[in-house]
Nanobody
Framework: VQLQASGGGLVQTGGSLRLSCAAS????????MGWFRQAPGKEREFVAA????????RYADSEKGRFTISRNNAENTVYLQMNSLKPDDTAVYYC????????????????????WGQGTQVTVSS
């Protein structure tokens, strides 16, 4: 499956952005979807994930209440709504697709995702 992330940009502290990730090539609804991010000099970290049918979501502790992941299987797209953005949220954001058989507790693990998009830059100014 090919993934194309978009929607990044420059925003002030407290602002919002909505990232999109469009999938093509295989049946989108067969995959759990995740968002990860990587800041300069740091390791890639988990942000949020959603099960293949949208029935379950998982968030990193620092994003709970600020970010919302959703998906539209009819449009082969997963979204990440980001509110109350902080400078620490500055990073390249990547969407990823993984097997629908992955259990909830493993959704935060990068090795559970086999397909990755190219990333979109999010910069939050102070």
């Amino acid at each position: 499956v090919q993934l194309q992330a978009s929607g990044g940009g420059l925003v002030q502290t407290g602002g919002s952005l909505r990232l999109s990730c469009a999938a093509s090539g295989r049946t989108f609804s067969n995959y759990n979807m995740g968002w990860f991010r990587q800041a300069p000099g740091k390791e890639r970290e988990f942000v949020a994930a959603i099960k293949w049918n949208g029935g379950s979501t998982r968030y990193a502790d620092s994003e709970k209440g600020r970010f919302t992941i959703s998906r539209n299987n009819a449009e082969n797209t997963v979204y990440l709504q980001m509110n109350s953005l902080k400078p620490d949220d500055t990073a390249v954001y990547y969407c990823a697709a993984g097997s629908s058989s992955t259990i909830y507790s493993q959704l935060s693990q990068p090795y559970r995702y086999h397909y990755w998009g190219q990333g979109t830059q999010v910069t939050v100014s102070s």
